[in-house]
C-alpha cells in the first residue's frame, strides 16, 4: 500500500478506532458495531488467505443481501482479492456464462441459489470451493460461511493499491452476452466522496439498503455510508413494509430506489401507523408524479436525479427541483463533454455522446480488450448516451445511441437484442424487433414486434413464458404483437426507429 493510497479497508480501520461501539450494520437480529466489523473482516480475511485466495483472485457471489455479503466485501479489499457479485435473478444458463468469463476461485451462495451454482461448479475445473452465505439450510457440496472465519493473528493489512480491481459488475448485454465491468477500489473511494457531499452522510447518518448488492446503485451507497463512518441498515430483499419499519425503528436518512419502488412504499405508507420524518435525502429513478407523492409525504427529504452508469457510477446530479426534468450538472469529481460521431465536442444546445473523465470511472471489461480501448478512446469514457447541455450547464439526457439501445425496466438495464435472440429461439418467430415504452409503474416496458413464420401461431402469453424461460425473467416483454412485415432501412436492416415510431407510444 502505497503512501498515498486510501482503499475502502482504510476506512474500515479507521470507523473501528473513531466510531468503535456505534453500529455500523445492521441485518435482521444481528448488529455489528464498527470495532465488531472490522473484526469480521479481518478474521474473514485471514480465513480467504490460509484457503488460498490471493491478489485478483476472484470471489462470486450469488445471494440476497446479508450481514455476510458485507463482510464479505470488507474482507476482500483488505486482501486485494475482487468480488463477482451475480445479478440473482438471472437464469442458470446466464449465470454460467458470468461465472464462467470471470473464472472465480470460491462461490458464495444462497440457498435458493446453491442448486444452480452446485450444477455449474461440478462442471467446471475453475471453481474450486463452494460456500452458504446468507444463512438458510446448505445443499451437499458447500462449506459454512463461518469456516472461514480464523484468528486473524498479527493482523497486519497486505500491500494493497487502491487501483487495485475490487469488484466486477457485468452490464446489460450489448451483442447478447453482459459485460463484466471491472471498478477499482480507487472507484468507489472517490465515487463515495461525491455522495457523502451530495447526501449529506456523516456518522449520524443510516442508509436503508433496500437495492441488491449485486447492483452498483446499493453496493456505492452503502459503501459511501460506510466511508462517513454511518450506519447501514441492509435487507435481504425490498419488502414495503419491512423498509418503513426500518425507517422509524433505525431512523433511516437515506436510501436510493428505482421503479417500482417508491409507489409500493407510498401505498403501505398510506395505511397508516409510519413515521418517515428522518429522510432526508433518497435519489433514483421514478415517475414525476410518484416522486411529488412522497414529497408531500416526507417534505424535509431532498430527491436527488441525476446520470450514472455501472461504469462510471455518478456523472452528474442534483436536486430533482433544482432543475425539473434535467439530469443535473457534473458531480464534484467529473468532467463530463459531449461528442459527435467523428470526436469532435458539439457546441451548448446541440446532442452528442456522454463523455467522461473521472476518477470514478472503470478499469475496463473483463477480458475484453478491444472494447475497453474503443469505449476509452482519445482519452475519455464514452458511455454509449446521448444527451445536451444547456446554457446553465445541466445535462439533459436525449437517448442511447442506436447501436446501443437500452431498455431500464424498473432500474434494470435490457439490451433488446439480448431479448431479440431469445424470442428468434421459438420455432414460430421469423423475425423481431424488441423496443422500450412508457409504462407508469416500471417507468420503461419492453414490447416486442414480431413476424411470424408462414402458417405458424403463438400466443402471446406463451411467448412471454418462453422468453422468461431463456433469459432473467425482467427482460422478457410485458408486450407482443404481430405484424405482418417489419420496416426496413434502405441497407436492407429491421429500421428499429421506424417501428418505435409506430409502436412506441402503445402500451
Given at each position: 500500500?502505497?503512501?498515498?493510497?486510501?482503499?475502502?479497508?482504510?476506512?474500515?480501520h479507521?470507523?473501528?478506532?473513531?466510531?468503535?461501539?456505534r453500529?455500523?450494520?445492521?441485518?435482521?437480529?444481528?448488529?455489528?458495531?464498527?470495532?465488531?466489523?472490522k473484526?469480521?473482516v479481518?478474521?474473514?480475511?485471514?480465513?480467504?488467505?490460509?484457503?488460498?485466495?490471493?491478489?485478483?483472485?476472484?470471489?462470486?457471489?450469488?445471494?440476497?443481501?446479508?450481514?455476510?455479503?458485507?463482510?464479505?466485501?470488507?474482507?476482500?479489499?483488505?486482501?486485494?482479492?475482487?468480488?463477482?457479485?451475480?445479478?440473482?435473478?438471472?437464469?442458470?444458463?446466464?449465470?454460467?456464462?458470468?461465472?464462467?468469463?470471470?473464472?472465480?476461485?470460491?462461490?458464495?451462495?444462497?440457498?435458493?441459489?446453491?442448486?444452480t451454482?452446485?450444477?455449474?461448479?461440478?462442471?467446471?475445473?475453475?471453481?474450486?470451493?463452494?460456500?452458504?452465505?446468507g444463512?438458510?439450510?446448505?445443499?451437499?457440496?458447500?462449506?459454512?460461511?463461518n469456516?472461514?472465519?480464523?484468528?486473524?493473528g498479527?493482523?497486519?493489512?497486505?500491500?494493497?493499491?487502491?487501483?487495485?480491481?475490487?469488484?466486477?459488475?457485468?452490464?446489460?448485454?450489448?451483442?447478447?452476452?453482459?459485460?463484466?465491468?471491472l471498478?477499482s477500489?480507487?472507484?468507489?473511494?472517490?465515487?463515495?466522496?461525491?455522495?457523502?457531499?451530495d447526501?449529506?452522510?456523516?456518522q449520524?447518518?443510516?442508509?436503508?439498503?433496500?437495492?441488491?448488492?449485486?447492483?452498483?446503485?446499493?453496493?456505492?451507497?452503502?459503501?459511501?455510508m460506510?466511508?462517513?463512518?454511518?450506519?447501514?441498515?441492509?435487507?435481504?430483499?425490498?419488502?414495503?413494509?419491512?423498509?418503513?419499519?426500518?425507517?422509524?425503528?433505525?431512523?433511516?436518512?437515506?436510501?436510493?430506489?428505482?421503479?417500482?419502488?417508491?409507489?409500493?412504499?407510498?401505498?403501505?405508507?398510506?395505511?397508516?401507523?409510519?413515521d418517515?420524518?428522518?429522510?432526508?435525502?433518497?435519489s433514483g429513478?421514478?415517475?414525476?408524479?410518484?416522486?411529488?407523492?412522497?414529497?408531500?409525504?416526507?417534505?424535509?427529504?431532498?430527491?436527488?436525479?441525476?446520470?450514472?452508469?455501472?461504469?462510471?457510477?455518478?456523472?452528474?446530479?442534483?436536486?430533482i427541483?433544482?432543475?425539473?426534468?434535467?439530469?443535473?450538472?457534473?458531480?464534484?469529481?467529473?468532467?463530463?463533454?459531449?461528442?459527435?460521431?467523428?470526436?469532435?465536442?458539439?457546441?451548448?444546445?446541440?446532442?452528442?455522446?456522454?463523455?467522461?473523465?473521472s476518477?470514478?470511472?472503470?478499469?475496463?471489461?473483463?477480458?475484453?480488450?478491444?472494447?475497453?480501448?474503443?469505449?476509452?478512446?482519445?482519452?475519455?469514457?464514452?458511455?454509449?448516451?446521448?444527451?445536451?447541455?444547456?446554457?446553465?450547464?445541466y445535462?439533459?439526457?436525449?437517448?442511447?445511441?442506436?447501436?446501443?439501445?437500452?431498455?431500464?425496466?424498473?432500474?434494470?438495464?435490457?439490451?433488446?437484442?439480448?431479448?431479440?435472440?431469445?424470442?428468434?429461439?421459438?420455432?414460430?418467430?421469423?423475425?423481431?424487433?424488441?423496443?422500450?415504452v412508457?409504462?407508469?409503474?416500471?417507468?420503461?416496458?419492453?414490447?416486442?414486434?414480431?413476424?411470424?413464420?408462414?402458417?405458424?401461431s403463438?400466443?402471446?402469453?406463451?411467448?412471454?413464458?418462453?422468453?422468461?424461460?431463456?433469459?432473467?425473467?425482467?427482460?422478457?416483454?410485458?408486450?407482443?404483437?404481430?405484424?405482418?412485415?417489419?420496416?426496413?432501412?434502405?441497407?436492407?436492416?429491421?429500421?428499429?426507429?421506424?417501428?418505435?415510431?409506430?409502436?412506441?407510444?402503445?402500451?
Open positions: 500500500m502505497g503512501v498515498r493510497d486510501f482503499t475502502i479497508y482504510d476506512f474500515i479507521r470507523n473501528a478506532s473513531l466510531y468503535p461501539d453500529d455500523a450494520i445492521v441485518f435482521n437480529d444481528q448488529r455489528l458495531t464498527h470495532k465488531a466489523y473484526e469480521k479481518d478474521s474473514l480475511a485471514k480465513g480467504l488467505t490460509e484457503a488460498g485466495v490471493r491478489l485478483e483472485d476472484r470471489l462470486g457471489v450469488v445471494a440476497h443481501n446479508s450481514d455476510e455479503f458485507m463482510i464479505l466485501y470488507g474482507a476482500a479489499a483488505k486482501i486485494g482479492a475482487i468480488i463477482l457479485p451475480v445479478n440473482w435473478r438471472f437464469q442458470p444458463d446466464e449465470v454460467a456464462f458470468v461465472l464462467k468469463d470471470c473464472k472465480p476461485k470460491f462461490v458464495f451462495a444462497g440457498a435458493d441459489y446453491q442448486k451454482v452446485k450444477e455449474i461448479a461440478d462442471k467446471s475445473s475453475f471453481i474450486e470451493k463452494c460456500y452458504g452465505i444463512g438458510g439450510q446448505m445443499q451437499a457440496g458447500f462449506m459454512e460461511f469456516s472461514l472465519l480464523a484468528d486473524p498479527d493482523n497486519d493489512a497486505p500491500d494493497i493499491s487502491a487501483n487495485a480491481g475490487f469488484v466486477i459488475i457485468h452490464t446489460a448485454a450489448v451483442e447478447g452476452h453482459p459485460r463484466g465491468a471498478l477500489q480507487a472507484n468507489c473511494v472517490y465515487s463515495s466522496l461525491t455522495a457523502i457531499s447526501y449529506e452522510l456523516d449520524d447518518g443510516c442508509h436503508i439498503c433496500i437495492l441488491p448488492l449485486f447492483h452498483v446503485a446499493g453496493l456505492n451507497l452503502s459503501i459511501s460506510m466511508h462517513a463512518g454511518g450506519k447501514n441498515v441492509i435487507l435481504e430483499r425490498f419488502d414495503p413494509e419491512l423498509t418503513l419499519k426500518l425507517i422509524e425503528k433505525e431512523k433511516g436518512t437515506v436510501f436510493f430506489n428505482f421503479a417500482p419502488i417508491l409507489g409500493m412504499l407510498m401505498d403501505k405508507y398510506e395505511e397508516g401507523g409510519y418517515i420524518s428522518s429522510i432526508r435525502h433518497l429513478m421514478d415517475h414525476p408524479d410518484n416522486i411529488k407523492r412522497f414529497i408531500k409525504l416526507a417534505p424535509d427529504a431532498v430527491y436527488h436525479t441525476g446520470f450514472a452508469q455501472t461504469e462510471a457510477m455518478g456523472v452528474t446530479g442534483c436536486p427541483a433544482e432543475k425539473p426534468g434535467s439530469a443535473g450538472k457534473p458531480t464534484n469529481l467529473a468532467r463530463v463533454a459531449l461528442f459527435d460521431d467523428y470526436d469532435i465536442e458539439v457546441p451548448v444546445g446541440s446532442p452528442g455522446e456522454i463523455c467522461v473523465r476518477p470514478t470511472v472503470f478499469l475496463g471489461y473483463w477480458g475484453l480488450e478491444e472494447e475497453t480501448a474503443d469505449t476509452f478512446r482519445n482519452g475519455w469514457h464514452h458511455t454509449g448516451d446521448i444527451g445536451r447541455f444547456d446554457e446553465d450547464g445535462l439533459w439526457y436525449v437517448k442511447r445511441k442506436a447501436q446501443k439501445e437500452l431498455i431500464k425496466p424498473g432500474g434494470e438495464n435490457v439490451y433488446p437484442i439480448e431479448v431479440e435472440k431469445a424470442i428468434l429461439e421459438h420455432p414460430s418467430i421469423a423475425e423481431v424487433s424488441v423496443i422500450g412508457p409504462d407508469p409503474k416500471w417507468g420503461e416496458a419492453i414490447k416486442a414486434v414480431c413476424v411470424l413464420k408462414s402458417g405458424e403463438v400466443v402471446e402469453k406463451e411467448l412471454i413464458e418462453f422468453v422468461g424461460s431463456k433469459i432473467a425473467r425482467y427482460k422478457k416483454p410485458q408486450q407482443v404483437v404481430y405484424v405482418d412485415a417489419l420496416p426496413r432501412t434502405e441497407g436492407g436492416e429491421i429500421d428499429r426507429e421506424t417501428v418505435k415510431t409506430e409502436h412506441g407510444a402503445k402500451y
